[in-house]
């Protein structure tokens, strides 16, 4: 585990958490808010671990008994709450891991911390199960709610909670780490930025995955050459995108920044702000055969098949529409 100086980016975040450990105004509950991948776990850990470290300092010191234990995962007075359940928190798991056991003092520390993760999960009666908890914690209590969707819970619950809101880090930030920390070429760590949208674990995880590198390239050839398909090289491309179907939002990503990049190029002819530079003699011909009305079309059409798949849309009629107005236009 790393300390907070080690941590991308969330500088107002980390200065909360700092000031409230300095002096020491700890607040018995946080909801910690993000998107997948934005760091919600990484920075309740590093917290927790600052909390309970012998130093009492703002960093954790990482060579105390209970730095150890934290960066192994069994410090006892650091309890990540489980469920069995894949998509529900329940009142079963809040009473036997939180309520049942709160009132048991630290074992060896200063504080007793439970980390929920994906609250978003619990349930209503976990939820107020968890709400006469934290409104009459011990004084040694501490509960970090991690959540992707904040709105999920309870007023009551939002109300008695300090919210952290994890906000989206710069692109020079993640491009940079992408290229000394993952050792990526600048191109790719451009791309990688640009779909990540400050988010640097889905930077991390689109860097290391050749599925990701697969569905690119497969979507760099569908825009290049959709125009000149016939009807059976489209529905081939279909059972394709099929494939890709758990990752579908990142493929459209894809298709949307191709596009922007032509249409940014089409009215400007500035390489320099392309996210696709590599693809400049593609993106030129593009440009020859597409209007500003058909370009803007298309994104539109990329929008609405985002919608529609949301909306639980069928999936091959979607995409169906989606590349019938690629090639029309």
């Known amino acids: 585990m790393a300390g907070f100086s080690d941590v991308l980016g969330h500088e107002q975040t980390i200065a909360h958490m700092k000031h409230a450990i300095s002096m ?14 934005s760091g919600k776990k990484l920075l309740a850990g590093i917290f927790a671990q600052t909390l309970q470290c012998e ?10 008994l209970s730095c150890k234990q934290a960066v192994n995962l069994n410090q006892p007075d650091i309890i990540r709450v489980t469920h069995e359940k894949p ?31 994906e609250a978003e999960k619990l349930s209503v009666q976990a939820q107020n199960a968890l709400l006469k908890t934290i409104e009459e914690p011990p004084v ?37 780490y992408l290229m000394d920390e993952v050792k990526l070429p600048e191109y790719r760590a451009d791309i990688c930025t640009a779909f990540a949208q400050g988010n640097v674990g889905k930077a991390k995880r689109l860097a290391l995955s050749g599925d990701f590198s697969e569905m690119l390239e497969h979507a760099l050839h569908l825009v290049k050459y959709i ?15 099929d494939t890709y179907k758990m990752e579908i939002n990142d493929y459209l990503d894809i298709l949307m920044v191709w596009y922007r990049d032509v249409l940014m ?43 529609r798949l949301n909306a639980n849309v069928n999936f091959d009629m979607a995409l169906e529409l989606l590349l019938l107005t690629m090639k029309e236009n």
């Open 24 to 37: 020491n105004k700890v607040s018995h509950a946080y909801i910690i808010s993000g998107e997948k991948g």
């Open 55 to 64: 130093k009492k300092e703002t960093e954790p010191c990482m060579e105390c």
């Open 87 to 117: 998509n529900t928190i329940s009142v079963e798991d809040i009473r036997r891991q939180v309520n049942g056991d709160i009132m048991i003092r630290p074992y060896s520390s200063p504080y007793k911390i439970y980390i929920i993760d």
């Open 140 to 176: 040694y209590g501490v509960i970090l709610l991690l959540t992707t969707n904040a709105g999920m819970l309870l007023q009551t619950i939002k109300s008695r909670c300090v919210t952290l809101d994890l906000k989206p880090v710069s692109d020079m930030q993640v491009k940079r």
């Open 227 to 241: 125009q000149e398909m016939e009807v059976t090289d489209m529905i081939a491309d279909l059972k394709r995108i």
């Open 265 to 307: 190029f089409k009215a400007t002819r500035d390489a320099d702000s392309l996210i696709f530079a590599n693809e400049l003699i593609s993106i030129r011909e593009k440009v020859k055969k597409s209007s500003y009305e058909g370009l803007e079309c298309v994104l539109k059409a990329l929008d609405k098949a985002k919608i």
